[in-house]
């Protein structure tokens, strides 16, 4: 007798015993888990970081060789996090940690577990830090701002020990811009009237004082310190000039505006201070040149222009100031005729030039937002520079045009990033420059260079191929030796160091080494198969990876390159479609096929962002929809027949850059229907959603109707039912969400039933619509509609914050039965089914905490479900309380918190017989797993069908298959279904009693005919030879 395995909720099943059995499929990432230091502080002979260990957040020390790196917080519990503020003072690194019983307080170390103490708890509220700041060295002590006691942070300072950390005065409060000049500590301060004036203080708190009330109206805000000729200068506002620049000797009197640069209230805007060739240069704008570059003296008739580079009133926006020797400044200026390019300055109108115009024309040739700071060495600056053909490369420059070059094209070929080599950095190391870069033939790994093209090489390819092998973001330099992250691809990423030698680059040590996880994720089946996005070792990035279940899975790829984030993975034309990126294509669409090569279609948005989130399967014109951005007409709804001359814009909605970010597709007589937003005003920002409906041309999309705009972005939950499409609508008169339907035009588009809020999650149980709601009297419960008048149908638990809760997205039928869970008191939950009936509606368990994910396999409803005993773990349930267990333990114990472990199954998925999922175990990490045989086989051919009111003949079929009504009946609509349980065809029959449909495109296999006769539904099996 042959066994025939059966995946749908439309069938009942005869049903036998088989073993089940969870098993990983692949271990796709065979590495350690990643260590990620982070927060290296610079110690002098050492360097402190923390690392989220095993057992929660640890802090470590390191003088650059194994033996000496250490836990040095062992001594202190329940470590949270660690700033990235530090100093050394007296030989020892004073930094911010946070831990659960002091919150973020003073915390030091002399790099040995011993040695790390914390200083002062100086704020004892409960779950409370002070959060130290602005640390700086002031008479042999250390000054810092600190909140004791929530009422505002004040001027605290140390000489190292408890007793001797002390506020220095309780008067003023807010402290920043801490700068010693003179014998005193200069700081802006908010006094009792919360005006922001300049202060100071000798360290006591009868010498601490204001210095000046700058604005008698309001706050003066002084800011951007500098010390130049003995004398403190600053920018402060009043009312009546606005921002200028002001200066101090240290007393009241001597405390004046040096000039008034823009005449009026409106002020010069003072920013970017820098001393250079014996004068103080910053930008203003005096309301004649724009904001441009200015000097001073110290005196208001030595206070002058330097440089009016933006001519006219045209402004230049100044960057990265970088002094470069004794007479010469370097600096970022963005101008109108030639964007963000590389100046110099020696304080002269004629010596402020462009050193060179790196990207000819209006294209910047350097990132005034880039991360990665220039550095000097050798009277050579070296940043990132791209002159518009090799993208962002290495550059130098000695300060002269000619001396201005591209030492390296590391990364020479454009397609990948777009050509950019240098990806982080810089450090100084033994006379050389480190540097992180993309090469043509490595990832992110780590460089070297002595200013020739020579010189730049890589250090080592640590991660060989397109593994990602070094990260700078945070080294540090200590003891002549680079400290940074780094991965070889089989440990993660953990602490590395280098010499610049190959040799000397090695891993420091390996502090985590847990396995790593491939992070599965994006399932979906297509081709009977299961495509995933999944982390691999050999590519360092998320790529598409398929499995039949039975022989051996495969990673999708061609001679082009790996793909790259794959997702909308939807099957058509016998073909799987997907949306991705890789090294040889921007962002487009992709499709492969049973051959496991990958073909691209095309580019929706060149060199940009599509941003396509799903594909829609429009059976009627046999083309996949989807909403897409081209860069020129906003996101907006398009269609492809799966070829590049075949995607195209259907209709632009929100004319130009407006975006109508068409969602929610559903297909109704013959017709997509899709929701809209429409903006109806831009201040105040307003919206409203419209309902459209195409039947594929631009012609024919056609608007329904607007409504009005609900800021969380209901969804609507179409639904089908009595030959009208039900759906969900924000109502700004009501304040509430109300139940519509409409016939496809705007006049049979109308409020169904006001007599409750918030309608949700509708689903038809025999021709009866059951849905969640509230009526404000209650929480959210059951209802149940026939088209015209509605009541509760259950309530399940009394109470506004209680009641029914049904899984959004999983709007199904298991053997005609619907689950949902209820909440009750105490934020527990337990699981329930209904056949539609009261009898028929039965609890199947108690006192769980919440379901992440669920999946139909068969007649088995699989859950990923969390309670105190198990953690979040796989269970199962037949539809039975007996039958409603947990499938098995994959993380069992407890962490270190006593908390339960949790491998939290997710992506659940059937194929075949099995379900496939992802989770989490202590072997392996996040990795594919499969539970084998999910389903319940039949031991026979028979099904028993849920009516017997249609023929469906021949059958087995294999060109055409002709459905028809026993008793005459009309047939509105005919759906065919896969074992899967996914539609693979939908015809409409304009109320035929019978009809032939063409099923020649089917693979073999079994199939589920579903018919709508007189509005109610009928199903029938389908064999396909």
């Known amino acids: 007798m042959k066994k025939i395995t059966l995946i749908t909720s439309l069938m009942l099943f005869i049903s036998v015993s088989i073993s089940s059995q969870i098993t990983l499929v692949k271990d796709i990432l065979q590495t350690d888990g990643d260590a990620w230091v982070f927060s290296l502080l610079d110690g002098g002979s050492y360097t402190v970081f923390m690392y989220n260990g095993n057992g929660g957040s640890e802090i470590w020390a390191s003088n650059g060789t194994e033996a000496g790196t250490k836990n040095i917080g062992g001594n202190i519990p329940d470590i949270f996090n660690m700033h990235e503020k530090s100093i050394v003072f ?107 004036e300049l202060w100071k203080t000798d360290g006591t708190e009868a010498g601490t004082e204001m210095l000046k009330n700058i604005s008698p109206v309001g706050s003066s805000s002084p800011h951007d310190f500098i010390v130049f000729n003995n004398e403190l200068f600053f920018a402060a506002y009043t009312d009546t000039s606005g921002e200028e620049l002001w200066k101090t000797d240290g007393t009241e009197a001597g405390t004046v505006m040096l000039k008034e640069i823009n ?110 700071d220039p550095i000097v060495q050798n009277g050579i600056m070296y940043f990132s520079g791209n002159d518009g053909v090799n993208g962002f490369e290495l550059w130098k420059t000695d300060g002269t045009e000619v001396g201005t070059l591209m030492i390296k094209d590391i990364n020479s070929d454009n397609t990948i990033d777009n050509g950019r080599g240098v990806i982080h950095g810089f ?84 502090l985590n080494g847990i396995p790593n996880g491939s992070n599965p994720s994006n ?47 939807t099957e058509y034309k016998d073909k799987a479609y997907f949306v991705s990126t890789d090294f040889s294509e921007d962002y487009g669409i992709f499709y492969t096929d049973l051959e496991n090569s990958k073909e691209f279609v095309t580019k929706i948005n060149p060199g940009g962002f599509a941003n396509i989130s799903s594909f829609f399967h429009y059976e009627n014109t046999n083309e996949l929809f989807f909403a897409a951005d081209d860069g020129v007409n906003g996101k907006e709804l398009w269609k492809t027949d799966g070829t590049d001359v075949g995607t195209v814009l259907v209709k632009d909605i929100e004319p130009g850059e407006n975006d109508s970010s068409p969602s929610d597709f559903f297909e109704f007589n013959n017709n997509l229907y899709f929701m809209t937003t429409k903006a109806t005003s831009s201040f105040p920002r307003s919206y409203k959603k419209t309902l459209w409906k195409t ?128 909440y009750e008191e105490g934020s527990v939950k337990s699981l329930w089914k209904s056949d539609g009936t009261d009898e028929g509606t039965v609890k199947l368990l108690d006192n769980f905490s919440y379901v992440n994910d669920l999946a139909m396999a068969g007649d088995i409803l699989y859950l990923s479900l969390n309670n105190d005993a198990n953690g979040t773990e796989l269970w199962k349930t037949d539809g039975t309380e007996a039958g ?22 997710s992506n659940l998925t059937a194929l075949g017989n099995d379900l496939y999922f992802s989770a989490n175990t202590l072997e392996y990490g996040l990795e594919l797993f499969k ?90 099996k389908l064999i396909i030879k």
């Open 90 to 196: 007296n030989n020892e690194l004073y930094f911010v940690l946070e831990t659960g019983d002091t919150g973020a307080e003073v915390f030091k170390t002399d790099g040995t577990e011993a040695g790390t103490t914390i200083v002062k708890d100086i704020n004892t509220n409960p779950n409370s830090g002070s959060n130290p700041d602005n640390f700086i060295i002031f008479n042999n002590e250390l000054y810092f701002t600190a909140d004791a006691d929530w009422f505002g942070t004040k001027l605290w300072k140390t000489d190292g020990t408890e007793a001797g950390t002390t506020i220095v005065n309780n008067d003023v409060k807010y402290p920043s811009n801490l700068t010693v000049f003179n014998d005193n500590l200069y700081f802006l301060g908010e006094d009792e009237n919360f005006d922001s």
């Open 263 to 372: 005449n009026g209230d409106l002020g010069s805007d003072i920013g970017n201070l820098i001393i250079n060739n014996n004068s103080l240069m910053f930008s203003a704008n005096d309301n004649i040149n724009g904001r441009e570059l200015w000097k001073t003296d110290g005196t208001e008739a030595g206070t002058v222009m330097v440089k009016n580079i933006s001519t006219g009133d045209a402004s230049t926006i100044f960057n990265n100031f970088i002094p470069f020797d004794a007479t010469t400044t370097f600096f970022l200026a963005n101008t109108e005729d030639f964007g963000v390019e590389l100046w110099k300055t020696d304080g002269t109108e004629a010596g402020t030039i462009l050193v060179k115009d790196i990207n000819p024309g209006v294209e910047s040739g350097i990132s005034e937002f880039s991360s990665i």
């Open 427 to 510: 450090s100084l190391l033994n006379n050389k420059v480190v540097f992180e870069a993309f090469s043509t033939d490595t990832n992110r790994e780590l460089w070297q260079t002595d200013g020739t093209e020579a010189g730049t090489v890589i250090i080592k390819d640590m991660n060989p191929g397109r593994g990602w092998g070094t990260s700078m973001e945070g080294a540090v330099v200590i003891n002549n030796t680079l400290i940074f992250n780094g991965s070889n691809g089989i440990n993660g990423f953990e602490l590395w160091k280098t010499d610049g030698t190959e040799a000397g680059t090695v891993m420091l040590k390996n």
């Open 523 to 569: 399932f979906a089946v297509a081709l009977d198969r299961l495509y995933i996005q999944a982390d691999s070792t050999n590519f360092g990035s998320s790529r598409l990876f398929a499995t039949d279940g039975i022989t051996s899975d495969w990673v999708i790829d061609n001679d082009n390159g790996p793909i790259i984030g794959p997702k909308a993975i």
């Open 695 to 822: 039947d594929g041309t631009e012609a024919g999309t056609i608007l329904v109707k607007e409504f009005d705009f609900y800021g969380n972005n209901y969804p609507p939950y179409f639904t089908e039912y009595k030959s009208k499409l039900y759906f969900t609508v924000f109502d700004n008169s009501t304040g509430a969400i109300h139940l519509w339907r409409t016939d496809g035009t705007e006049a049979g588009t109308e409020a169904a039933y006001v007599g409750f809020d918030y309608p949700n999650n509708m689903i038809v149980i025999n021709d009866e619509m059951f849905l969640a709601a509230t009526n404000g009297e209650e929480g959210q419960e059951m209802w149940k509609y026939d088209g015209e008048n509605a009541e509760i149908f259950k309530a399940f638990y009394e109470g506004a914050s209680t009641g029914y809760a049904p899984f959004t997205n999983f709007r199904k039928l298991v053997n005609g039965n619907l689950y949902f869970t209820v």
């Open 884 to 905: 409603t267990v947990l499938v098995q333990d994959l993380y069992p114990g407890e962490d270190s918190f006593g908390f339960k472990n949790s491998s939290n199954p």
């Open 931 to 1020: 539970l084998e045989n999910a389903v319940l086989n039949v031991e026979n051919q028979t099904l028993l069908n849920l009516d017997l009111k249609v023929n469906v003949y021949p059958n087995p079929a294999s060109t055409t298959v002709t459905i028809s009504s026993l008793n005459n009946d009309k047939i509105q609509k005919i759906e065919v279904y896969n074992i899967m349980g996914k539609r693979v065809l939908l015809k409409a029959s304009e109320d035929e009693n019978n009809k032939t449909l063409d099923v020649s495109r089917l693979s073999s296999g079994i199939y589920i005919i579903k018919a709508n006769i007189n509005n109610t539904s009928v199903s029938k």
